[in-house]
């Protein structure tokens, strides 16, 4: 595969795609420090011809992606918007104690929106980021206008999809080429159905070592491979977790709980939520509303259009 000339040269094949007429916002790449030598990484994008507008939607992944994730539905929002690659993820650092759960997980996202945010948020988190975002709706209830979990609930089944990405991710640690991961994720029924989607998630989750090797940027792939390989030694490194499973199991219904803003939880009709796990999201959260959709796991990359226009209806809204 070519190599682009920067992060955001895909977003008008991606509008064409998706069959988005509007003018490309502008995207750029944030940077904040924090503590222990760690860094957040994030993108802003924003309408061409704003002048310094600050973000009115936050988005937040799931794991083993990154804030590209979000490109096509920000796209179709056309509003001003923030996506934080999660730790361990995209350009952020990698946590040394491999602790990538929610509560951990929400102060290092309530610093991204603390910096880079001016006013309350719909906070749009999908899988680890629909539990990270209601960890932070839970503790810091200023920077959250709406929240909106896609596709999690705390009670989920963490064995409903994990075994296949742990699968895919077991194979090695570095590959000769982008190609060849690309071929791996097209061999698995991943990437988005077309060699030209699986080529684009490859740019953006994998980086070029300096021998020239590639390996993935998030640290999930490194975990499962070193799992893969030597399950009790993977376990000591994590304090005894499975953090990929994790993902999935963790419990966070006290912060949903605890959540004041108006809630929304959004689940694909193929996707890991069932009946039972929307039904048990309802009965602890009368007042939250519940939308099922036609996709998978991953809204925004099945139905990326909607999913925009749905969430710029409920950021105009009072």
Excluded: C
Excluded at 36 to 57: N, Q
Excluded at 108 to 126: K, R, S
Excluded at 268 to 290: K, L, M
Aim: hydrophobic share 45%; charged share 20%; no cysteine.
């Amino acid at each position: 595969m070519s190599e682009p000339t920067d992060e955001f040269s895909f977003l008008s094949a991606q509008a064409a795609e998706a069959g988005i007429d509007a003018p490309l916002p502008r995207g750029e790449r944030l940077t904040l420090p924090l503590a222990g030598g760690r860094t957040l990484s994030a993108l802003r994008y924003a309408p061409a011809d704003a002048i310094a507008p600050t973000p009115m939607v936050t988005f937040l992944h799931g794991a083993g992606l990154n804030a590209h994730t979000w490109d096509t539905t920000i796209l179709a929002l056309g509003l001003p918007a923030l996506a934080i690659d999660l730790p361990g993820h995209g350009d952020s650092s990698w946590r040394s104690d491999a602790a990538y759960v929610a509560r951990v997980l929400a102060p290092d996202v309530a610093a991204g929106m603390d910096a880079w945010t001016d006013v309350p948020q719909v906070l749009v988190g999908q899988s680890l980021g629909g539990l990270t975002a209601a960890a932070v709706a839970a503790s810091r209830p200023d920077l959250v206008r709406e929240l909106v979990v896609i596709d999690i609930t705390p009670g989920v089944d963490s064995n409903a999809g994990p075994t296949q990405i742990r699968e895919f991710f077991a194979g090695s640690v570095d590959w000769a080429s982008r190609d060849e991961l690309v071929d791996r994720a097209l061999a698995f029924g991943l990437g988005g159905g077309t060699r030209r989607k699986a080529e684009r998630g490859v740019f953006f989750n994998s980086r070029v070592r300096p021998d020239g090797r590639v390996e993935w940027k998030h640290h999930f792939a490194h975990l499962a491979n070193a799992m893969a390989a030597s399950p009790e030694t993977a376990a000591a490194g994590t304090s005894g977790q499975d953090a990929v499973s994790a993902v999935l199991g963790e419990s966070g219904w006290e912060d949903l709980a605890a959540a004041t803003a108006p809630t929304t939880l959004i689940r694909g009709a193929r996707g890991y939520v069932t009946d039972a796990d929307a039904e048990e999201f309802a009965r602890r959260n009368a007042e939250a509303s519940v939308v099922t959709v036609p996709a998978g796991h991953n809204v925004q990359e099945d139905i990326p259009r909607e999913l925009g226009e749905r969430l710029r209806t409920l950021a105009a809204a009072d």
